[in-house]
């Protein structure tokens, strides 16, 4: 495995933190998923030089400490972390949110919803999404 392979979830929740990891065993996907509980202890790992860089960041906006928003502009505006995707994983159904996110270069923005079997297949949506750009990263690599 890769370390592109690797998630990062930041994620204030508890049960949101569970349902992550279990939607995606539900997948069958096998990446490594590194948590942080706010921004600032997103920031930390990623500035971490310990710590494997994510392939993907799945990130909520509304946690305390420092908020999604908040993360997204201090990560982006970090020639070495700005690169890395993320998709917003959030309940907020607020078109300022959605218009804030993706003013920030967000790979995407997704609600989520209340029925497990829903949020698998926005887990299987962004799953998805993601292998098929790495898949075309490393085949323009390679010619």
Known sequence: MQPHDHIL?????????????RALKDLGA???LDCAT???????????PANVRPGLILLDLNMPRMSGVEFLAEMKA???LKHIPV????????????????Q???????????DYRQFVEIMRVIHDYW?????????AVKS
């Open 38 to 48: 706010n921004g600032e202890e997103g920031l930390a790992f990623l500035r971490d």
């Open 30 to 32: 096998s990446h490594p």
């Open 87 to 102: 998709v917003v994983l959030t309940t907020s159904k607020e078109e300022s949110d959605r218009v804030v996110s993706f």
């Open 9 to 21: 979830l930041i994620e204030d929740d508890d049960v949101d933190t569970m349902t992550v990891r």
């Open 131 to 139: 292998m098929s750009s790495e898949q075309a990263i490393a085949g």
């Open 78 to 80: 970090d020639p070495a």
């Open 104 to 114: 920030h270069s967000v790979a995407g923005y997704m609600v989520k919803p209340v």
